[in-house]
């Protein structure tokens, strides 16, 4: 995986927290792609915007996989599509389990209720 990675543990010792770091449209779909395999408790941390690649229709650019405790970290930049095209897909989806974003700002995906 070409992101920063680092480890540390939880409070009192408990849970590993594992923290990511990513600044392109690939480090974050690696990111996402090692989750199952990083564990529960991952903050990945955005660095800078990120633009996605169209993927069209009601496909999805980045796909969460069913993990727990998911922190997504915007740091106030914007993960999206270059234009509002209709083509553009879905930013996220999430596949089960729980994952927070905080301080992102999504734009120009597909809504899907």
């Known amino acids: ?24 449209e690939q480090e974050l779909k690696d990111a996402v792609a090692e989750l199952p395999v990083l564990g529960d408790d991952v903050t990945i941390e955005v660095k800078n915007d990120i633009t996605l690649t169209q993927v069209g229709g009601s496909n999805t650019a980045i796909s969460i996989p069913n993990v727990a405790g998911l922190v997504i970290n915007g740091n106030g930049y914007t993960i999206g599509f270059a234009s509002s095209d209709s083509g553009n ?12 974003m905080i301080d992102l700002t999504i734009y120009n995906g597909y809504a899907v209720r």
């Open 1 to 24: 995986m070409g992101v920063s990675v680092s480890h540390g543990s939880g409070r009192g010792g408990g849970r590993r927290l594992v923290t990511v770091l990513v600044g392109t």
């Open 89 to 100: 897909g879905r930013c996220f989806k999430t596949n089960g389990g729980d994952a927070t």
